[in-house]
């Protein structure tokens, strides 16, 4: 009797052999083309010749020298925007030494000031050691002792001991300029400080020099067209930094380059594919189809179902900030569209803040006087009203002075003028002076919110703003109040209707932030994070009900039984944004407002008055615990092609700020998933907006694709066989069974 065969056994015998034979190609091949050159580091030794803040502070500074991460330094506070110095002393021996590399552990106790963002290094000129001289950090750049070794940058949002490789240099005295992120105060703090030499044919570290330039040439080169003056200010700063020469290239580190060369790439890159782009980078700075920064900071998103476009609308944050803070001129409210939420078509500054100097400075005489001037006529160059000087120490009163630049100049044409003037009509001057009043370019932006009204068919938009003018005397009103506008088209132009006030108890309160819901019965709220004057009303979210219209709030039919109702679990929160997820609320919120800072969810059943439940963090894997460095503004539900939501499926949209600079904000689009039993998790991508159908694997996914990895390896084998059966046939031969004979 003959034995029963098994056809497949010699392919799943040899199944384990081939998958580790193509582990190994695998390996041997990911290997191929790496060249690394390894030096013998030495760590050197230093003292302290300088540290911020004196004395005391140069015994902190040792910190950074007892190789405990625990301890760190902490430097006396800066000016916004100026440089942390410390000056290490090497020893009369490091002339013989090449300084090469810098090592730089952040603070470990979980403390996010004083993050160094960028370094430059610099070493005695001429003379290899002091001489006893004592130097302090003022002025280091311009001390002719002094020379620029390098420069470079670190991430202020790693946790994680970062290097930075420079060329070689030597001297006694080392003096480090850290510059701190603009979000992680104006301090520097570090857990170690390591220095290193290497021996003395190190030369210089391994860089794109060439390559660099090449970039920088491209992008000088790109056609007009491809080219604009907004994409020549993005690379304001890079020019700064390179130059033209190689020279200037050698100042930076080796992580500099790499960053410089990845930047470079990036900005030809988005600069030649204006307007079918495939993706932004999250974190940074955005453009628009023109090649021109996206102007849109604490935003909100409205999608056009018909349409199937997106369309954003937020403050336009384009002018220099003002005295060294965080406050800047204000001008208006723009708005993009976009139907991939990646290429964004500029519909324009859709409410432009009021610039008629005419209305305040007591020449408007009659309710001709447009709210809107041409910024090139008489009657606004003549304004007794002088400009405001950006660097004055002091903000004027409200309506004393003009804006420090035009607001209206290249963002409106003269036919838009008079559409937007047309708003108005009827209004007499008095009137338009308490509009001018309320809505200028001292009226900072904070926060915007819209929504379409189906019953008046109208696009709602309330703003959150902040007045930074200097109170007139006897002037009590809220420093941030509530304003509402509309229009009829979702690009504009949209009509200012006015400020609201509110009052609980009949006492004033402090408005700290705000978000807009809408029910499913058409009935529009307001949840506002309030600061009661009352002693009997707790500080927390507050539900307001808007009118019919929803630009104002509702007024009760009986003063004793207000509509307002205290939400408790919710505490004091900022940038809150409320969404819908099947049947459940959902609430996001931080401590901070403007500054990134970590952001919780809460849920709730029902309506608005329901019960909300805290639920903790949302950002998965937040290394800061600061919502990977953002500001989460408005949330998006992910759709499919037809336009339809995807369940537990949204995008974020997050500013990233840049606090003494707001033009170099940026912006993300971060996925958001919640899952059936509520649980919510905000995840970070390098790059918008990402992709739910690719992203999503199931377990079902990962067993087919083991399926067709072992599939794949017993074809491989089998056919081995086959052709070794082929070339040797004696081998398929079987042999005789002599059962039956025995």
């Not at 003395?200 to 920088?216: F, N, S, V």
């Amino acid at each position: 009797m003959k034995k029963p065969r098994m056809p497949w056994a010699p392919v799943f015998r040899a199944l384990p052999a081939a998958l580790m034979v193509a582990l190994l190609a695998f390996s041997v091949f990911r290997g191929c083309g790496k060249k690394t050159r390894e030096y013998d580091w030495i760590q050197l030794e230093y003292a302290i010749h300088y540290a911020a803040g004196g004395l005391n502070a140069a015994r902190n500074a040792a910190a950074l020298s007892d190789g405990d991460p625990a301890t760190f330094y902490d430097g006396a506070p800066v000016e916004k925007g100026a440089a942390n110095v410390i000056i290490l002393d090497l020893g009369q021996s490091a002339s013989k030494l090449n300084v090469a590399r810098i090592d730089y552990t952040p603070r470990q106790d979980g403390g996010a000031a004083g993050r160094a963002a960028r370094f430059r290094v610099y070493f005695l000129r001429s003379a290899q050691t002091n001489n006893g001289k004592k130097y302090d950090g003022t002025g280091i750049a311009q001390n002719p002792d002094f020379s620029l070794a390098g420069q470079g940058r670190f991430d202020p949002d790693s946790n994680e001991t970062q290097s930075a490789h420079l060329h070689p240099y030597t001297g006694q005295l080392m003096a480090i300029e850290f510059l701190p992120s603009s979000t992680n105060g104006g301090t520097f703090s570090a857990a170690e400080l390591k220095i290193y030499s290497a021996p003395p044919d190190i030369g210089a570290p391994d860089t794109d020099y060439g390559k660099q330039a090449a970039e920088l040439n491209a992008l000088k080169r790109l056609p007009s067209e491809k080219n604009p003056q907004a994409l020549q200010e993005l690379t304001e700063e890079l020019r700064a930094q390179i130059g033209d020469s190689t020279v200037e290239f050698n100042k930076n580190s080796k992580e500099e380059q790499a960053w410089l060369l990845a930047r470079l790439q990036q900005l030809r890159a988005t600069a030649e594919n204006v307007g079918k782009l495939e993706n932004l980078p999250n974190g940074g700075v955005w453009l628009d189809t023109t090649g021109a920064p996206i102007r849109a900071l604490g935003g909100s998103v409205h999608y056009d179902a018909a349409a199937q476009r997106y369309y954003w609308y937020g403050a336009d944050a384009s002018q220099k900030n003002l005295l060294g803070t965080d406050k800047y001129q204000s001008v208006g409210v723009r708005c993009y569209s976009s139907v991939d939420l990646c290429n964004w078509r500029p519909e324009g500054l859709v409410l432009p803040v009021f610039n008629n100097p005419e209305l305040v400075d007591g020449r408007a005489s009659d309710a001709a006087t447009p709210l809107y001037a041409d910024e090139t006529t008489d009657a606004f160059t003549k304004s007794p009203l002088r400009r405001f000087d950006p660097g004055a120490h002091s903000f004027p009163v409200n309506g004393t002075v003009r804006s420090p630049k035009n607001s209206l100049a290249g963002n409106v044409s003269a036919e838009q003028l008079g559409d937007l003037n047309a708003l108005y009509a009827g209004l007499n001057a008095t009137q338009k002076k308490q509009l001018y009043l309320s809505f200028n370019w001292q009226k900072s932006i904070q926060r915007t919110q819209i929504s379409f009204h189906p019953a008046t068919k109208q696009y709602v938009l309330w703003m959150l703003l902040e007045d930074f003018s200097t109170p007139r005397a006897g002037n009590t009103s809220a420093r941030t109040t509530l304003a509402a506008a509309t229009a009829f088209a979702p690009g504009g132009p949209f009509r200012y209707v006015g400020q609201t006030p509110i009052t609980l108890e009949g006492l004033p309160c402090n408005l700290t932030d705000f978000t807009f819901y809408t029910d499913d019965a058409g009935k529009a709220s307001l949840v506002a994070m309030l600061q009661p004057q009352a002693e009997n009303l707790s500080v927390g979210a507050y539900v307001l009900p808007l009118d019919a219209s929803w630009t104002a709030l509702a007024e009760p039919e009986k003063p004793e039984k207000p509509l307002w109702q205290y939400l408790p679990g919710l505490g004091e929160l900022r940038a809150p944004v409320v969404f819908r997820c099947e049947d459940t609320l959902v609430m996001l919120g931080n401590k901070s407002g403007a500054a990134p800072s970590a952001t919780s969810y809460y849920l709730a059943k029902g309506d608005l008055t329901g019960e909300w439940q805290t639920r903790g963090a949302l950002a998965q894997n937040d290394p800061l615990n600061d919502t990977f460095r953002s500001v989460l503004r408005a949330v998006v539900p992910a759709r499919d092609a037809q336009g339809k939501p995807l369940s537990g499926q949204f995008y974020c949209l997050a500013d990233i700020p840049e606090a003494y600079d707001m033009r170099k904000s940026g912006y993300a689009l971060l996925p958001l998933e919640i899952d059936k039993n509520g649980k919510a998790i905000l995840r970070w991508e390098d790059t918008a907006p990402p992709d739910y159908a690719e992203a999503a694997i199931t377990p079902l996914h990962i067993v087919l694709i083991c399926a067709g990895v072992l599939i794949a390896g017993a074809a491989v084998t089998l056919g081995l066989l086959l052709l070794r059966k082929k070339r040797h046939p004696a081998l398929s031969k079987e042999p005789e069974d002599n059962d039956d004979e025995a």
